[in-house]
């Protein structure tokens, strides 16, 4: 009972902090998604439920405007040793976890 509530704050402080550093941060505790505005240029893609339909490999190979922001956002946390193409919060992840992700976002 007590990883899903782990993973549900962890999280939660995840999104929130994203939040407070003015990102667009959509979906569930378990697999929050950060949207830009790049994002939202191409039609096919649904953000209701913080869900991307339309990869950004195939964005890319459709014009590269799509998934540009997406992109430079990876870099930056990349060269922090963050791996962030989605966020997938796990009961392996700590405080500490999220203050550094949270530190190399803002």
Known sequence: ?????YI???GTRLAKGLGERGYD????PGSPNV????DRRWPARDFSLGASLVPDGLTAALGGTIGQQRLAFQA????ARILAPYWSPSFAH???DVD???EAAA
């Open 100 to 102: 550094r992700t949270l």
């Open 94 to 96: 700590t405080e500490a």
């Open 76 to 79: 930056v946390m990349a060269r």
């Open 8 to 10: 549900a704050r962890i």
């Open 25 to 28: 941060v959509r979906g569930y």
């Open 35 to 38: 949207v830009f505005e790049s």
């Open 1 to 5: 009972h007590q990883v899903p509530a």
